[in-house]
T-cell receptor, first 113, second 108 residues
Framework: GAVVSQHPSWVICKSGTSVKIECRSL??????MFWYRQFPKQSLMLMAT?????????EQGVEKDKFLINHASLTLSTLTVTSAHPEDSSFYIC?????????FGPGTRLTVL | DAKTTQPPSMDCAEGRAANLPCNHS???????VYWYRQIHSQGPQYIIH???NNETNEMASLIITEDRKSSTLILPHATLRDTAVYYC?????????FGQGTRLTINP
């Protein structure tokens, strides 16, 4: 199947700093990418839908000014957690879609101290 | 998107078939049934999807009832590496909304 990578795989940062997470589709072009967040022992929660060259669409309750999404090319989307706080500590997962399938990245574990 | 209902947990012996049920009684005509699984601390892995007909691939089989209100994912010969949370999702667009899934434990 198609491969989606995320970088970094884990990150620890201080409260108040910003963290950027990259999501790349390695062997296909994805017009749409999705960002999810997963807290321990919970399911994945969709945060936003990202289309190449346009503004992301955020799910209800997700702050667009806090979670900045950039989808500059058909193979790269980035999520920046701005002014991170301990409650933002979570497992962030991206996915990239073709017309028929959606492929997930391995996830990025963010710990905010 | 239609909502799905899955048992929170199941156990299966290694080497036996694992049958995971999913109810989606409010599914509409253009919605597909997707199955993904998530092994601990990894991203979800696509397993299979279908619309009306039963489907089979190298990983699993998907049996969809004639009224499409429920489906069963079958792992024919479960191994310890199949231990994971299995998600049944129905949708017609690209956006996938995950429920709580079924935590499947394969026992030696």
């Amino acid at each position: 199947g198609a491969v989606v990578s995320q970088h970094p795989s884990w990150v620890i940062c201080k409260s108040g700093t910003s963290v950027k997470i990259e999501c790349r589709s390695l062997d296909f072009q994805a017009t749409t990418m999705f960002w999810y967040r997963q807290f321990p022992k919970q399911s994945l929660m969709l945060m936003a839908t990202s289309n190449e060259g346009s503004k992301a669409t955020y799910e209800q309750g997700v702050e667009k000014d806090k979670f900045l999404i950039n989808h500059a090319s058909l193979t790269l989307s980035t999520l920046t957690v701005t002014s991170a706080h301990p409650e933002d500590s979570s497992f962030y997962i991206c996915s990239a879609s073709t017309p028929n399938e959606q492929f997930f990245g391995p996830g990025t574990r963010l710990t905010v101290l | 998107d239609a909502k799905t209902t899955q048992p929170p947990s199941m156990d299966c012996a290694e080497g036996r078939a694992a049958n995971l049920p999913c109810n989606h009684s409010t599914i509409s005509g253009n919605e597909y049934v997707y199955w993904y699984r998530q092994i601990h601390s990894q991203g979800p892995q696509y397993i299979i999807h279908g619309l009306k007909n039963n489907e089979t691939n190298e990983m699993a089989s998907l049996i969809i009832t004639e009224d499409r209100k429920s489906s069963t994912l079958i792992l024919p010969h479960a191994t310890l590496r199949d231990t994971a949370v299995y998600y049944c999702i129905v949708n017609s667009a690209q956006k996938l909304v995950f429920g709580q899934g079924t935590r499947l434990t394969i026992n030696p």
